[in-house]
């Protein structure tokens, strides 16, 4: 049997135009649904922001490199597992918020702000756990990550079209809703149809290994919403602010990150099997723990 950490997916350039586009179409629909407004909801609720910020973008990653050092997971997994975790939220995050009966509002200010951060800290939190972590530094070494390159093609997936989904949000409001309404539910078939397109020439290799991610995967998710649910409830937020930072810090953009690994790592075999099982696996817990929650009323506790 080949070695995972050698294994490569076979993605071709019109594949990796094909999404690059369909990420910043996704994008662009959630940023439809943002105002400025969102923004000023949170600058108005500083704790709400700092503990998104803090549960997504430094517990979330640092509780990563714990879980990869106590499971010592083969390097090209691990590298998977640091970049699901540098990820903002997923673009699917407010639809399983509503589920959930979680506070939406909040769920969309967070989704935007953690967009406009993953420009620096995406790249930033990749880079650094994955050099500290030896096994992972020694395969980046093998790369040659451009880093520069990394933030830029994460400005243009998320950055731009967030920009631009909100500027037409501005000049054409009726429209703008009308077409979030229509691409937002279109999230789920869009990123579903790019892991079939990224696999589809790969299914020998996704079936061969895709043990190998199974448990680590399903693990580190319910790790990640955990995570969310626990510092929020340690801040004293209500319990559908709970809710709702449960859900931004354990649905993460794996789309974006499927991108990044195609893009830079040549679909390496453990990161693009592992990035793609979280992307569909998220979508199953998160729909799940929605249904769970949908059940009780909110309430403060």
């Known amino acids: 049997m080949q070695e995972l950490d050698k294994v490569q997916i076979n993605f071709d350039s019109n594949g990796l135009w094909v999404l690059n586009i369909a990420l910043a179409v ?55 597992m640091f970049m699901v975790a540098a990820c ?13 009966k979680g506070n939406v509002a909040l769920s969309i200010s967070l989704s935007a702000f953690a967009t406009l951060l993953a420009v ?15 096994p992972t530094a020694q395969v980046l070494n093998t ?20 920009v631009l989904g909100m500027w037409f949000r501005m000049k ?13 539910p279109l999230s789920i078939v869009v990123f579903v149809a790019i892991v079939i397109i990224a696999f589809s020439k790969n299914l020998d290799v996704f079936n061969t290994y895709i043990h190998h ?18 510092v929020a409830r340690a ?22 990150g499927l991108l990044l690994i195609f893009t830079f790592f040549n679909g390496l075999g453990g990161m693009a099997i592992l990035a793609a099982f979280w992307g569909i696996w998220h979508i199953i817990s998160g729909l799940l723990l929605a249904f769970f929650w949908s059940r009780f009323k909110t309430v403060e506790v």
């Open 235 to 256: 801040f004293k937020l209500s319990f559908q602010n709970q809710k709702t930072l449960a859900i931004e810090t354990g649905i993460q953009n794996s789309g974006l």
């Open 172 to 184: 054409q409001v009726a429209l703008a809703i009308k077409l979030s309404k229509l691409l937002k």
């Open 213 to 230: 991610v199974l448990f680590i995967g399903i693990g580190h998710n319910i790790l990640a919403l955990a995570l969310g649910f626990l």
């Open 26 to 80: 996704v994008m662009f629909g959630v940023a439809l649904g943002i105002t400025v407004t969102d923004f000023k909801i949170l600058l108005k609720q500083p704790k709400l922001l700092f503990v998104g910020i803090l549960s997504q973008f430094i517990l979330l990653p640092m509780a990563t490199f714990l879980l990869v050092k106590i499971l010592e997971p083969q390097p090209s997994i691990a590298l998977g």
């Open 120 to 134: 620096v800290m995406t790249p930033f939190n990749f880079h650094f756990y994955s050099k500290l972590y030896q």
């Open 88 to 100: 903002p939220g997923g673009n699917i995050s407010n639809f399983i918020t509503q589920l959930a």
């Open 143 to 162: 790369v040659e990550l451009n880093s520069w390159e990394l933030v830029k093609l994460v400005l243009l997936i998320l950055g731009l079209p967030l």
